[in-house]
């Protein structure tokens, strides 16, 4: 994967559907030990919950990852 000359890279479809990263989606990064982590915010207090997808919400402390939740 390539980062483009704007910053851009593209998520790959089976990663944001695993961590459940919809389209407005707030994320931010992390660096972590020389790696940067790209981690899902979660919702604003000012959004009800039931206006969030639950499928695959995670916590903004649940890195996206392949490992399994506990």
Do not use: N, Y
């Amino acid at each position: 994967m390539r980062i483009t000359s704007k910053g851009q890279v593209t998520i790959p479809q089976a990663i944001r559907e695993q961590c459940g990263l919809l389209p407005h989606t707030e994320v931010r990064f992390e660096r972590e030990e020389g790696r940067v982590l790209l981690v899902k915010q979660d919702p604003p207090a000012s959004a009800p919950m039931s206006s969030w997808p639950s499928v695959g919400v995670r916590s903004s402390k649940a890195v996206c990852g392949f490992e399994r939740d506990p």
